[in-house]
Nanobody, 124 residues
Framework: QVQPVESGGGLVQAGGSLRLSCAAS????????MGWFRQAPGKEREFVAA????????YYADSVQGRFTIFRDNVKNTVYLQMNNLKPEDTAVYCC?????????????????WGQGTQVTVSS
């Protein structure tokens, strides 16, 4: 089993950037596909990005395509979400999740282990 722990959230102005990190406090992500999801107040959780265990395959939500980049460092046992050109509508709690398979998914129920999340707030 693995336990994801997110960090890197904060307050940023529109147009700014943040990099979120997801580290394993227990176990290793080496053989897991990983995903980022977010949930804004009063809204359902939504898919943001996902990456295969090797890093060779990535998926993005249309709303973040071209602005966000997911990548991983399996030596450091960490997955990252680089967020550029942030918009107020990106404000949410961002959660990292691990899937006990190599292939990524955009479906939340495909993931087995979840972190607590980190708050991202984008001011206009």
């Amino acid at each position: 089993q693995v336990q994801p722990v997110e960090s890197g959230g904060g307050l940023v102005q529109a147009g700014g950037s943040l990099r979120l990190s997801c580290a394993a406090s227990r176990g290793t992500f080496r053989w897991y596909a990983m995903g980022w999801f977010r949930q804004a107040p009063g809204k359902e959780r939504e898919f943001v990005a996902a990456i295969s265990w090797s890093g060779g395959d990535t998926y993005y939500a249309d709303s973040v395509q071209g602005r966000f980049t997911i990548f991983r460092d399996n030596v450091k046992n960490t997955v990252y979400l680089q967020m550029n050109n942030l918009k107020p509508e990106d404000t949410a709690v961002y959660c990292c999740a691990a899937r006990d398979l190599q292939r990524p998914s955009y479906k939340a129920y495909d993931y087995h282990y979840w972190g607590q999340g980190t708050q991202v707030t984008v001011s206009s």
